[in-house]
């Protein structure tokens, strides 16, 4: 072991104490692993979250067991990677009068920026949860905000690598890293607005039936949002019209991820007769403490509804069954909403405007293979 890494040394020196000094390794490629480290770290911290709020709500079984026992394992060894081996927790910790004084600054500024952090997670994580998605926070998601806290500094001081920059070539490089982000995701952005937006609005719809006006449209003048998405059934209206009539949360369920839409509780298979009976003015649940109002239908025809209170307040979904005359439908669902736009209200209908047709072309897929069951 090199005389500077000896325990009486102090604890400034303990980052030049790291498994890096091996020296079959380069030190580029160790500053990438390290950092490919802090990444692992991180990532599967909320992965195993994931499994373990999925694995709650589908009880347990034997498959999510593994994944968050396998994520657990990851989450150990890259703390003890990260976090321990490199020496940035006892960096950290250090006492003052230990410390260089080029090294007391970056410790006080990485706590600082710890601090900073959590309380930015704590806020984002009030919004999302407890206004998006209509959910409370969990003693796991304090318990992870404040871990995520505690071990940024020392991720940010591994992330320095073997070799420390000198102030101004630290300040060029970030600045040439946050251009260069800048400009890829004004390209994603692009991309985005021109190809995959316009495809997903308008998944499986031909350019008559998103021109087409339906039922329902009136009720949301001059959308942010206008995603008709079709599907073919062959099968009757008749046929397709009950699977329309029972859907909703804690009722048949969506069809769609049941893990994330319903509870986990998965969507119904079979026509459940006491969801038969709808009328106009009824409230269809969509979640705990979110609902849907029927505002007009007409029986194997079309169904439209209008989101209740919350973010989606004022936003109409409607359904539309147009007979092809062969025995086959189309199902037709059109999405209309305005977007909070100021920021960072604007953050989650970014997200919702990206990635809902995931759970919409579920929805219409699960519609067509039970309508189409049914009428084998």
């Known amino acids: 072991m090199p005389a500077r890494c000896q325990r009486s040394q102090p604890a400034a020196a303990a980052t030049e104490c790291s498994w890096y000094d091996a020296p079959t390794m380069t030190a580029r490629w160790v500053q990438t692993w390290q950092r490919l480290l802090v990444l692992g770290n991180y990532l599967s911290l909320m992965l195993m979250l994931l499994a373990i709020d999925i694995g709650g709500k589908l009880g347990w079984n034997v498959p999510l067991i593994v994944a968050a026992s396998v994520l657990g394992a990851i989450l150990v060894l890259t703390f003890w990677r990260v976090h321990v081996r490199t020496g940035c927790l006892r960096l950290i910790y250090s006492r003052s009068d230990r410390l ?109 039936e998103v021109a087409r006006a339906m039922p329902g449209d009136e009720l949301v003048a001059d959308p942010d949002m206008n995603a008709t998405r079709v599907v073919t ?19 048949a369920g969506f069809y769609s991820l049941d893990a994330l839409d319903n509870e986990g509780d998965v969507s119904s298979r079979s026509i459940l007769p006491e969801f038969q009976h709808i009328e106009v003015g009824d409230q269809i649940a969509v979640g705990k403490g979110a609902w849907m109002q029927v505002v007009e239908l007409e029986p194997e025809r079309f169904l439209v509804l209008q989101f209740g209170e919350g973010p989606w307040a004022g936003n109409s979904w409607t359904f539309g069954l147009y007979p092809q005359g062969d025995g086959r439908t189309r199902l037709v669902s059109r999405l209309r909403a305005r977007y909070h736009k100021e920021f960072p209200h604007i953050i989650p209908w970014l997200v919702i405007d990206t990635f809902e047709i995931i759970m919409m072309r579920g929805c219409l897929l699960g519609i067509r293979e039970r309508a189409e069951a049914g009428s084998a």
């Open 100 to 208: 260089s004084e080029a090294d007391l600054r970056l410790t006080r500024s990485a706590l600082a920026l710890g601090l900073l952090w959590f309380v930015a997670l704590l806020l984002l994580g009030i919004y999302f949860k407890v206004f998006i998605t209509y959910n409370r926070l969990s003693v796991l998601d304090l318990a992870a905000f404040v871990y995520l806290a505690a071990t940024l500094p020392s991720a940010a001081l591994a992330w320095r690598g073997p070799d420390p920059l000198s102030p101004r070539a630290a300040v060029l490089a970030v600045v040439r890293r946050v251009l260069l982000a800048l400009v890829l995701i004004a390209a994603l952005l692009a991309l985005n607005l021109t190809v995959i937006r316009p495809w997903q609005h308008h998944w499986g719809a031909t350019r008559a």
């Open 233 to 251: 059934v062959n099968a009757t209206p008749a046929e397709v019209w009950p699977w329309i009539r029972q859907i909703g949360y804690q009722r």
